[in-house]
């Protein structure tokens, strides 16, 4: 299983970018996905993730209300809508996924997905 990530990009503070991840290669039945983040120096930090059984949501407390999840069961593919972008919110930003269907509890940890993104970079800059 791969997970392609791509559609970051350099923004000024307050524009949008919609992130995309697609998984391949042998059958894959997620039972959830997720993006993590990752600023210079920093370490690796929840931002979303979506249940895949009924589509239930997790964020991050600082991105609530600017950022959306969704998926497209039908093309194994997870988006990150990124608007009213920070420069806070400059980073790397991964997608994971698991087949496990997970407690809701479960959807921050990282330690819950065993599928990783490459990562595509998001800047956020005047």
């Known amino acids: 299983v791969q997970l392609q990530a791509s559609g970051g990009g350099s923004v000024q503070p307050g524009g949008s970018l919609r992130l995309s991840c697609e998984a391949s290669?042998?059958?894959?039945?997620?039972?959830?996905m997720a993006w993590f983040r990752q600023a210079p120096g920093k370490g690796r930090e929840f931002v979303a993730a979506?249940?895949?059984?009924?589509?239930?949501?997790a964020y991050r407390d600082s991105v609530k209300g600017r950022f959306t999840i969704s998926r497209d069961n039908a093309k194994n593919t997870v988006y990150l809508q990124l608007n009213s972008l920070k420069p806070e919110d400059t980073a790397l930003y991964y997608c994971?996924?698991?087949?496990?269907?997970?407690?809701?509890?479960?959807?921050?940890?990282?330690?819950?997905?065993?599928?990783w993104g490459q990562g595509t970079l998001v800047t956020v800059s005047s």
């Open positions: 979506i249940r895949w059984s009924d589509a239930n949501t």
């Open positions: 994971a996924g698991t087949v496990l269907r997970l407690i809701y509890g479960n959807l921050r940890d990282r330690a819950s997905y065993n599928y």
């Open positions: 290669g042998r059958t894959f039945n997620p039972g959830a």
